[in-house]
Structure formats: C-alpha cells, structure tokens
C-alpha cells in the first residue's frame, strides 16, 4: 500500500494535539491549508511543440510569519505530498522559532528530459501563473528536489518583471551575486550536523566511535557526509539513486563524490586504495549495497536524506540503527514511528533536523529585506545557536511527557502556532 503523505503529517498533528489537549477549533484549523493552487503551465518545447505541465502551490499557515516553502520538480509530486510538505514546513519553521509559516509547491515533470532552455521557460511559465500570490511580504519560494539556485534566479527575475519593482526577498536559495546568503548552499546539511552532535551528547558516544549510514547522496546527504567526516565521524555507507557502497573501515566522502562525479558511480576506500562499485567483492571490508540494503545496515546512526516513506512498517523491524536523523522530508511512516520507539530507537525528526536549510532561507530572507549581506561566520554562528536551542526544546519536551522526538517536535510546534490563531 502507498502511503498518503498529506493522510501521515495528519496523523502526526493528532498525536500532537491529543498530548496538549489541544482547542478542538484549532485543530480543525491546523487540518486544511489556508489555500492550494493548481496551475497548468504551456511551455513551447525545442521541437517547436506546445507541452503543458501541472503545477501546484500549497500556502499552509501563516500565523508565524509569511508563507515559505520549496518548489520540487519531479515526476511523482501530486497534490497530497505538496499539501503534506507545506504542513511540515510550517511545523518546522515553529520548531526552530523563525517568523515564518508553511508553503510548498511542485511541478510534475522530469527535468532531466527537459534542455535548459525548456526548464526556464517552464520556470518562468510557474511563476507567470503564481506571482500574485508570492513576494516578499506573502510567500517566499525556495528550491527543494531538482531545482537550482539558476532556477531561482529565473525565478525572481519573472516575478519583478510582473511585479514591476525589485522585490529581492521574494525567493530564496538565489545564486550569491544576486542576493543569496553565504552559507546557504550546505545549511540543511550543517543544521543536521548540529542536530548529529547534540544527539551524540545525549546518548554518550564520542564522535570517532559512532558509525553512520547516509541514504542519499544529493546535495544535503554528501555535504552532511564530508561534514561529519571532517568531525571525525565514522562514515560506513552512503548511496545514492543508483546505489551505494558500504565500507565497515570507514569511506572518504569526498572520494565517493570525485568518483560518482567521474563515472556517474559511488566508490570508496577499499583496501587502502580507491575501488569503483564494479570492482567490489562481496567478501572485503568494502562493497556494493542497494538503497534498501543502507537502511538496514547495523550503525549507530542512521541519516536518510532521499525521498521520503522509506522506513515503513514493512521494512522497519530489519533497521538496527541505534538512531535516526531525518535529512530528508518524510523518510518515517507513522507507524513505523510506532515501531522504532517500541524498539528503543531514538528518531529525530525531519522537521527538526533539516530545519537548517529553512533557517538559511530565513537568514536570506532577512538579509534581503533589511537590505544587508552577512558573512558566512555570521550565518553559521545564528544557525547554530537556534539548532541547538531547538534540538533542546524538542529533547526537553520528549523527556517531560514521554514521548518520542517527533511527536515532541510537533507539541512545540503546534503550541507555538496556537498561540497566534485567531479563532
């Protein structure tokens, strides 16, 4: 069975409400989004040829602050995982207690059979069609899954053209010449590392000591890989969309990364010496793995930062991790939720540890509009500061009402939004 997404973040918010007894008039509430859009976008193709494409925008909540979110590019979006999305947006920004709220929105299409040319126009097609619902003091889009900082650019370059004045703050995840924050490109991964070190001290481990499995190897997996590598974080595995490698004496991501980037393959150490997946024996410290293998490899921890509903009730009795750090939106279906926790694994939750990433947009917003650029060491030290608070708040509120890390998250969150709905 498939899960629904938007049918699971529901799921979530009631065991948030039941455990704050939470006014059932704002519940209902928090049940809908305030609005979702669907768009049909035409985009005149190389071939001369008109193609239309679905698209969708989902403003979840905005008693926080103005709407923000990511726009995906992908052949599965539809419209319950934009809804879904947008929902976990606006509980993430409450987590980490920025003045923003929840919005998300996708296009149906593979952009890898679209020519660059095609993705423009589809890009600037999406906007045509939104602008009036986007800017800076009403919904700020970002970049989420195969969309780009170009994409971004394109982006605002549409909207202003439509607006009819410069409008910086309107997207975020923009190339640095053109407003962008430093430290942007790596933030999701850098919050999760906060998040990876703040576990690591909760539970006792020393960093050199705690083995780590990441499944993806996109650009939040891979940063958060070399990261922690250069923390001193024992890296076993990663994999991406094709497949991945597993090392027990450890893998240099910055290796993987060359090799995939040379022949389109993971490798790693192996036996002192670099080895492409091909070249692998089953039988060595180092070999090929697939992506449902990652997950349930015997680590400390394990992060997933693909796709999401990849741990479920089907495969989550097979995962051995002592924990989870979710980079990815959505990897854990409630009741494989229910599982972990009956099995003493700790899971920290997606919208707690790659919060990073919206915290940046949020920097980047706030630079924009203040007309301000910060330095990277400025970023950095803003976003650590309010990871660690947030990762305490949620730990503090799992051991006061006994309860896991994700439903804690969401009881701070959806107190922090309650507060300022109007009923």
Same mark, same amino acid.
């Given at each position: 069975?498939?899960?629904?997404?938007?049918?699971?973040?529901?799921?979530?918010?009631?065991?948030?409400?039941?455990?704050?007894?939470?006014?059932?008039?704002?519940?209902?509430?928090?049940?809908?989004?305030?609005?979702?859009?669907?768009?049909?976008?035409?985009?005149?193709?190389?071939?001369?040829?008109?193609?239309?494409?679905?698209?969708?925008?989902?403003?979840?909540?905005?008693?926080?602050?103005?709407?923000?979110?990511?726009?995906?590019?992908?052949? &599965?979006?539809?419209?319950?995982?934009?809804?879904?999305?947008?929902?976990?947006?606006?509980?993430?920004?409450?987590?980490?207690?920025?003045?923003?709220?929840?919005?998300?929105? &996708?296009?149906?299409?593979?952009?890898?059979?679209?020519?660059?040319?095609?993705?423009?126009?589809?890009?600037?097609?999406?906007?045509?069609?939104?602008?009036?619902?986007?800017?800076?003091?009403?919904?700020?889009?970002?970049?989420?899954?195969?969309?780009?900082?170009?994409?971004?650019?394109?982006?605002?370059?549409?909207?202003?053209?439509?607006?009819?004045?410069?409008?910086?703050?309107?997207?975020?995840?923009?190339?640095? &010449?053109?407003?962008?924050?430093? &430290?942007?490109?790596?933030?999701?991964?850098?919050?999760?590392?906060?998040?990876?070190?703040?576990?690591?001290?909760?539970?006792?481990?020393?960093?050199?000591?705690?083995?780590?499995?990441?499944q993806g190897f996109g650009n939040a997996?891979?940063?958060?890989?070399?990261?922690?590598?250069?923390?001193?974080?024992?890296?076993?595995?990663?994999?991406?969309?094709?497949?991945?490698?597993?090392?027990?004496?450890?893998?240099?991501?910055?290796?993987?990364?060359?090799?995939?980037?040379?022949?389109?393959?993971?490798?790693?150490?192996?036996?002192?010496?670099?080895?492409?997946?091909?070249?692998?024996?089953?039988?060595?410290?180092?070999?090929?793995?697939?992506?449902?293998?990652?997950?349930?490899?015997?680590v400390d921890i394990l992060i997933p930062?693909?796709?999401?509903? #990849?741990?479920?009730?089907?495969?989550?009795?097979?995962?051995?991790?002592?924990?989870?750090?979710?980079?990815?939106?959505?990897?854990?279906?409630?009741?494989?939720?229910?599982?972990?926790?009956?099995?003493?694994? #700790?899971?920290?939750?997606?919208?707690?540890?790659?919060?990073?990433? #919206?915290?940046?947009?949020?920097?980047?917003?706030?630079?924009?509009?203040?007309?301000?650029?910060?330095?990277?060491?400025? #970023?950095?030290?803003?976003?650590?500061?309010?990871?660690?608070?947030?990762?305490?708040?949620?730990?503090?509120?799992?051991?006061?009402?006994?309860?896991?890390?994700?439903?804690?998250?969401?009881?701070?969150?959806?107190?922090?939004?309650?507060?300022?709905?109007?009923?």
């Amino acid at each position: 069975m498939i899960n629904n997404p938007f049918q699971n973040a529901m799921k979530q918010l009631d065991n948030a409400a039941g455990i704050i007894n939470l006014d059932k008039d704002i519940h209902e509430v928090l049940k809908s989004p305030d609005r979702v859009v669907t768009v049909s976008i035409p985009v005149r193709m190389d071939s001369g040829e008109v193609k239309v494409f679905q698209g969708f925008r989902s403003q979840y909540n905005n008693a926080l602050g103005v709407y923000k979110g990511g726009i995906r590019y992908h052949p &599965g979006v539809n419209i319950d995982e934009v809804k879904a999305l947008s929902f976990w947006m606006a509980i993430k920004c409450a987590v980490v207690n920025i003045a923003m709220g929840g919005a998300k929105g &996708g296009v149906i299409v593979n952009p890898k059979e679209l020519s660059e040319g095609e993705i423009e126009r589809l890009s600037r097609g999406y906007v045509q069609k939104i602008w009036r619902l986007i800017g800076s003091d009403k919904d700020v889009p970002a970049p989420d899954v195969y969309t780009t900082p170009q994409i971004m650019a394109w982006m605002r370059d549409e909207y202003e053209k439509l607006a009819g004045y410069p409008d910086p703050g309107v997207i975020t995840g923009k190339p640095l &010449g053109q407003g962008g924050s430093e &430290g942007r490109s790596f933030s999701t991964a850098q919050g999760g590392v906060y998040c990876v070190e703040e576990l690591v001290k909760k539970m006792n481990w020393k960093p050199e000591g705690t083995t780590i499995a990441i499944q993806g190897f996109g650009n939040a997996g891979s940063h958060m890989a070399k990261i922690l590598h250069k923390s001193g974080y024992k890296i076993v595995a990663v994999s991406d969309s094709k497949g991945g490698v597993y090392n027990k004496d450890g893998i240099d991501p910055e290796k993987a990364e060359k090799l995939k980037n040379d022949g389109g393959r993971l490798g790693c150490y192996c036996v002192g010496s670099v080895c492409n997946v091909e070249e692998m024996k089953t039988d060595g410290p180092c070999r090929a793995i697939d992506n449902h293998e990652i997950l349930e490899l015997d680590v400390d921890i394990l992060i997933p930062a693909a796709l999401e509903n #990849v741990i479920t009730a089907e495969n989550v009795d097979r995962v051995k991790a002592k924990a989870i750090v979710e980079l990815a939106n959505g990897p854990t279906t409630p009741e494989a939720d229910v599982i972990l926790k009956e099995k003493g694994i #700790v899971a920290v939750p997606d919208v707690l540890s790659n919060a990073g990433g #919206v915290t940046g947009s949020y920097f980047e917003w706030e630079q924009n509009v203040k007309n301000e650029h910060w330095t990277e060491a400025e #970023v950095l030290e803003k976003l650590e500061k309010m990871m660690r608070e947030a990762f305490d708040n949620v730990w503090e509120t799992k051991e006061k009402y006994g309860i896991d890390m994700r439903t804690a998250a969401f009881v701070v969150a959806v107190e922090r939004i309650a507060k300022n709905i109007k009923t």
